[in-house]
């Protein structure tokens, strides 16, 4: 099939559709400089074959990419019902799109959380100097003085989540819920390898969704899928906005 032909069925169903659920990877925001994981060019490839890292520009400079401001174009259409992300990145925030249609499985950079009441803020509005306190993880020991929830007196802890430790329960669950209602799942730039945020796709295919993945290399789910892209995600992403806007005025 025909890239354009591919993209005309992409906006087709997602211009039809009444629940969209997009789930983005790292691959979203290499149009921003930063490398992703297990592309030909990513951290962990480049790792195997015994290369150095990918450079990357300091994150705190890194700005959304027209990747993410597609996704804003469907959330303003009335098209997007809920964003999942695996990237800490903090791009999708950025780009404008609000928290409660929005969740980051794998935390925001920017971002602590308290443990209590799981409230969410800019370390700046906890009062946490990284080079104080250090960057607040977790596995961090608990140190004498340091900030707590300005909201209900809990411990506060980088929202990142490394590995090993759980997930946001509460964005975990309602990633679930969305997947599971969704009528069709966009996957762009994830190789769908890390559980249990990978397990969302199916989570969506088994309820009946129409599944679309968009990924240079290979996913689990490249033979469960209805519509599979392995191109640039700038070559297809925006010109499925495009097109979704096109249909959309002609109805």
Known sequence: MELKEKIDIAAKWIAESERLVIFTGAGISTGSGLPDYRGPDGVWTRRDQGRPPPRSPPWDQVKPNPNHYAIVELMEMGKLNYLISQNVDGLHAKSGIPFDILSELHGNLYFIK??????????????WDKNKWGPGYRTQRVRKDQPT???????????????????????LEESIKRSENADVFFVVGSSLVVTPAANMPGYAKRSG???IILNKGETPYDYECDLRFDDLIEDVLPPIVEKVKQILKEK
């Open 114 to 127: 308290c443990l209590s009441c799981n409230k969410k803020m800019l370390f700046e509005e906890a009062g």
């Open 149 to 171: 929830c300005p909201n209900c007196g809990g411990r506060i802890i980088s929202s990142i989540v490394n590995f090993g430790d759980p997930l946001p329960y509460d964005e």
């Open 209 to 211: 969704a129409k599944l």
